[in-house]
């Protein structure tokens, strides 16, 4: 799991830091230490600690700016608003937001005569296949046989939540499914969508000597990746 949001609830921990956090993000606006400092009640010294932390935790960002129209003689304060980072923790990881992505384009780009899950299917390869060959490209592992291409494939795949596990040198287990709970209520669609989006993958890496296949446990991801036999 990334560290990034991690250090971002950590940060939030803190009630003063959450305060002026929400404070921020309300004004819409650029907002200076004093005025950071006189919403949670404290001194301006402490106020820029706590508004420096939470910037470090990338969930503001500061310049230094005159605020309104007036212009002050003296130095140009430092203001912050928000990063517009979002902040997700889910354990094991969940990855929603491609499942929309893959549902939303299968919606926008249905073809004439496909069934909306025929489109679904063709969308989350394509998906796939675009991250498959973004890897290839920024690494360029070169002719892949079947070990080294489930090694560079677990990589891929932990990125997007799938948690990979090497059963034996030609087997991954994926230990995670990131598109649960919804796999539960669907599986068969959801299970659908998995094989085809990390068929895809292998497409773009040109791994051709392994195969995503559909093999259900309890409490696993649906797909595992294979040698082709």
Same mark, same amino acid.
């Given at each position: 799991m &990334?560290?990034?949001?991690?250090?971002? !609830?950590?940060a939030l921990d803190d009630e003063l830091r959450r305060s002026m956090y929400a404070f921020i993000r309300q004004a819409r606006?650029?907002?200076?230490?004093?005025?950071?400092?006189? &919403?949670?009640?404290? &001194?301006?010294?402490?106020?820029? $600690?706590?508004? *420096?932390? =939470?910037?470090?935790?990338? !969930?503001?960002?500061?310049?230094?700016?005159f605020v309104g129209e007036r212009r002050g003689a003296g130095r140009t304060?430092?203001?912050?608003?928000?990063?517009?980072? @979002?902040?997700?923790? &889910?354990?094991?990881?969940r990855h929603h937001d491609l499942l929309a992505d893959i549902l939303l384009g299968a919606v926008l780009d249905e073809g004439e005569h496909e069934t909306a899950r /025929?489109?679904? =299917?063709?969308?989350?390869?394509?998906?796939?296949?675009?991250?498959?060959?973004?890897?290839?490209?920024?690494?360029?592992?070169?002719?892949?046989?079947?070990?080294?291409?489930?090694?560079?494939?677990?990589e891929v795949v932990e990125r997007h939540g799938f948690e990979p596990s090497r059963e034996s040198p030609v087997c991954v287990r994926l230990r995670n499914c990131p598109f649960h709970p919804l796999a539960?209520?669907?599986?068969?669609?959801?299970?659908?969508?998995?094989?085809? $989006? !990390?068929?895809? !993958? =292998? /497409?773009?890496? *040109?791994?051709?000597?392994? @195969?995503?296949?559909? @093999?259900p446990r309890a409490g696993e991801c649906c797909v595992e990746l294979r040698a082709r036999s």
């Open positions: &990334s560290e990034g949001p991690i250090r971002a !609830l950590a606006r650029p907002v200076t230490r004093d005025e950071a400092a006189a &919403s949670a009640g404290i &001194s301006r010294k402490l106020a820029a $600690f706590h508004l *420096d932390k =939470l910037v470090a935790a990338g !969930l503001l960002r500061a310049r230094y700016e304060p430092k203001v912050y608003e928000p990063s517009g980072a @979002e902040v997700r923790v &889910s354990i094991p990881p /025929d489109a679904a =299917l063709r969308v989350a390869r394509e998906r796939g296949r675009a991250v498959g060959t973004a890897e290839r490209e920024r690494t360029r592992p070169g002719r892949l046989g079947a070990e080294r291409a489930l090694t560079v494939a677990a539960a209520r669907e599986p068969a669609v959801v299970c659908g969508i998995n094989q085809s $989006f !990390l068929g895809g !993958l =292998l /497409d773009g890496l *040109d791994a051709t000597s392994v @195969e995503a296949a559909l @093999e």
